[in-house]
């Protein structure tokens, strides 16, 4: 058994926890061709980033994205999940499993692209409804419809994909609390409430500990794919500004200064919500 994990356990240990010495250049002010020995120390200087402007408005659109998506994306797969379980037939629900798990494995250039075609100023969507004499609206470079959009994309690529382990929770259930239910009276929406979702409940609250550890990273790729559509300004998350700033302006320091504090705080939400968990009566990530 040691053996069969030793493969994953290599993966986290070169590519998550060896760069973490890399955090160095925090404290540097940092040259590629120097290196990290070469380049000067400046001490806390770089966390001067933090007062920037640009820096608070990327912070605060990245919260905005992130509860948005939160509150909206989070109980998508479980609904899902609840719907596709209801299914009778087992041939049609596999059909239907594959179907709603395939956009996970369409690219976020693909996706996007699609969305544009649809609703973008000459797409299908703005072209229907101007030809039935409505105003046409173009969604994709709309300011105050962008971070629901970013929510609805989401939910359309990775809704599916979510579902797969809350329908192997859901098959994990004793039975016999089903049938002790409904021998008790329980229609088929009282045996949802009071033996599905209290066997959702463990692996649900494990799931969103692990995504409050994530939450001020909310889809680079998919944002940087339409920045330019609706503005640096309105679309500027803390992936973004990091790729901006260190990579293409070569401010190495500064960005990795910002991904520094974007993995405390990440650490924090999570013992956090895991400690608020056991006071709650519940494992959480890890047992008390």
Same mark, same amino acid.
Do not use: C
């Given at each position: 058994m040691l053996l069969l994990v030793l493969p994953g356990f290599l993966y986290f240990?070169?590519?998550?926890?060896?760069?973490l010495l890399g955090n160095v250049i925090v404290f540097k002010d940092y040259q590629?061709? /120097?290196g990290i020995q070469g380049s000067p120390w400046v001490g806390l200087d770089n966390f001067q980033i933090f007062k920037d402007p640009e820096f608070l408005s990327a912070l605060g659109n990245t919260v905005k994205f992130a509860l948005i998506q939160l509150v909206l994306?989070?109980?998508?797969?479980?609904?899902?999940?609840?719907?596709?379980?209801? /299914?009778? =037939?087992? $041939?049609? @629900? @596999?059909?239907?499993?594959?179907?709603?798990y395939l956009p996970h494995f369409i690219g976020w250039v693909i996706l996007v692209s699609i969305a544009q075609q649809l609703l973008g100023g000459a797409g299908l969507v703005p072209h229907l409804l101007g030809s039935l004499g409505l105003p046409q609206v173009d969604v994709m470079s709309s300011e105050g419809f962008f971070p629901w959009l970013l929510a609805l994309q989401v939910i359309w690529k990775d809704a599916g994909w979510g579902t797969?382990?809350?329908? #192997?929770?859901?098959?994990?259930?004793?039975?016999?609390?089903?049938?002790?239910?409904?021998?008790?009276?329980?229609? @088929?929406?009282? @045996? &949802?409430?009071h033996?599905? &979702?209290?066997g959702l409940m463990p692996v649900t609250i494990l799931l969103f500990i692990l995504n409050l550890g994530t939450i001020l990273s909310v889809g680079f790729e998919q944002i940087l794919l339409q920045?330019?559509?609706? %503005?640096? =300004? #309105?679309?500027?998350?803390?992936d973004t500004y990091v790729y901006i700033h260190g990579v293409v302006?070569?401010?190495? %320091?500064t960005?990795?200064?910002? =991904? &520094?504090? $974007? =993995?405390?705080?990440?650490l924090a939400m999570i013992l956090g919500a895991n400690k608020l968990a056991h006071r709650l009566g519940h494992d959480g990530v890890y047992q008390r």
């Open positions: 240990v070169v590519f998550h926890y060896v760069p590629p061709y /120097l994306f989070f109980p998508a797969p479980i609904g899902l999940a609840l719907m596709l379980n209801s /299914l009778v =037939g087992t $041939k049609v @629900r @596999r059909f239907v499993q594959s179907v709603v797969i382990i809350y329908l #192997a929770a859901i098959l994990n259930i004793d039975q016999e609390q089903y049938e002790a239910a409904a021998i008790d009276g329980a229609n @088929r929406w009282r @045996r &949802l409430w033996v599905t &979702l209290p920045r330019d559509a609706v %503005g640096a =300004g #309105a679309s500027e998350v803390l302006d070569g401010d190495w %320091g960005s990795a200064a910002v =991904g &520094l504090a $974007k =993995g405390v705080v990440g």
